[in-house]
């Protein structure tokens, strides 16, 4: 049900992003939700793509050896609470958000890219709460 979050490190140089998701680009990868945090130099780059082994597959010819992190997206309702809501939901169940960054929707909802310290948990109680969980099946089509 959760999404794979594809992760690599790159310098922290001009120019060096663009060869990335350019060369994803060129191989028919939707990139549909990114996060950069710059440490000390290196860049980490966490991706959220359409097809997560032909990404890993790509970025090792380039020389990036890809991780895999189990996340968390939801998409919610374009009211001021929804976001509250689901942080409320995760802490009622004793879910730590480790990170979390945006998630475009073409319908113009919110989506929101949660790792947390129990995916299957959050997804289980963010369900039961009526929050609607994005499985990677429909990455496509959103």
Request: net charge negative.
């Given at each position: 049900m959760n999404i794979k979050e594809v992760s690599i490190f790159v310098e922290h140089v001009?120019?060096?992003f663009l060869e990335v998701v350019k060369t994803l680009t060129e191989n028919n990868i939707h990139?549909?939700?990114?996060?950069?945090?710059?440490?000390?130099?290196?860049?980490?780059?966490?991706l959220i793509v359409d097809n997560v082994l032909w990404?890993?597959?790509?970025?090792?010819?380039?020389?990036?050896?890809a991780t895999f992190t189990e996340v968390i997206a939801v998409?919610?309702?374009?009211?001021?609470?929804?976001?509250?809501r689901?942080?409320?939901?995760?802490?009622?169940?004793?879910?730590?958000?480790?990170?979390?960054y945006p998630f475009p929707m073409r319908d113009y909802s919110a989506g929101i890219v949660f790792e947390?310290?129990?995916?299957?948990?959050?997804?289980?109680?963010l369900t039961d709460a009526g929050i609607r969980v994005i499985t990677q099946d429909e990455l496509p089509v959103l």
């Open positions: 001009p120019g060096k990139v549909r939700s990114f996060c950069a945090a710059e440490l000390g130099g290196i860049v980490v780059l966490r990404t890993a597959s790509i970025l090792k010819t380039m020389g990036y050896p998409s919610l309702p374009n009211s001021p609470e929804s976001f509250c689901v942080l409320e939901v995760m802490k009622g169940a004793g879910i730590n958000i480790e990170y979390a947390v310290d129990d995916t299957a948990r959050a997804a289980e109680v």
